[in-house]
């Protein structure tokens, strides 16, 4: 989602933060990568200028990391971190929905009708990368007539969680969990179609709930020390 530029001295800085955002949110930019001024502003057709404002603005974000002898890197971010970030991004969604359910357009009902349809395909071809994909396309669709602050806070949380999980599926980790979703997922957009705010907030914390109980499990999992093959024979 791109942000307002609020005055021209802005323009350049801005261009830059959102292309460099949305290379480390789709995974052309890896965590851990290095982003070199000089290159970046080849690639953007920008001076180093802008571009060096747009990693302090990623930087606060929590997307980039600036030390003083290794420049800046995409953050690397550990499954623990991960968990924390889930749990405040859904706990404001719940308050994102109470705020915009009330106040629906046809167009957000429209797009949140639409991504449950395609959570309902990717349960059906048992692909969790493109539930998890729907999945945010969905919770963004209700959420959209939130105020635009709380919109944007979401979506830093949304990013930066993203830059640990890319390539794996939370869906993926727990069988059944897409289908247990998309039941919630179901309750939720009846309730928020309904109107009822408070409805939809209380599905979202049970939601929020469940979701939490997967994350956990797979920091448990993770944190397990590896079995080598001989202690493996024994």
């Known amino acids: 989602m791109l942000r307002p530029m609020a005055s021209a001295p802005t323009v350049k800085s801005a261009y830059a933060y959102e292309e460099i955002r949305a290379r480390i949110a789709d995974g052309r930019l890896e965590p851990g990568a290095r982003l070199r001024l000089r290159e970046l502003g080849e690639e953007l057709g920008l001076s180093e200028m802008p571009v060096r404002e747009a990693l302090r603005m990623l930087q606060r974000d929590g997307m980039v990391e600036i030390q003083d002898h290794r420049g800046a890197t995409v953050t690397e971010i550990s499954l623990a971190d991960v968990l924390d970030r889930v749990s405040a991004r859904m706990w404001l969604e719940a308050l994102a929905l109470e705020q915009s359910v009330p106040n629906l357009t046809a167009e957000a009902r429209r797009r949140a009708e639409a991504a449950f349809a395609a959570l309902d395909r990717a349960v059906a071809g048992d692909d969790s990368a493109a539930f ?3 999945n945010r396309d969905f919770h ?63 599905v979202m ?19 397990e020390p590896a079995h080598d093959a001989a202690s493996t024979e024994e």
Not at 170 to 188: D, N, T, V
């Open 205 to 223: 914390i049970v939601h929020r709930e469940a979701t939490l109980r997967t994350w956990s499990g797979l920091v448990a999992r993770s944190a």
């Open 140 to 202: 963004e669709a209700l959420e959209s007539c939130a105020s635009t602050a709380l919109a944007e806070l979401i979506g830093g949380l949304w990013d930066s969680a993203w830059l640990a999980r890319r390539q794996r599926s939370l869906f993926g980790e727990e069988p059944g969990r897409m289908e247990r979703a998309q039941g919630e997922h179901r309750i939720l957009l009846e309730a928020a179609l309904a109107g009822d705010a408070a409805a939809a907030r209380d």
């Open 132 to 134: 998890s994909r729907a």
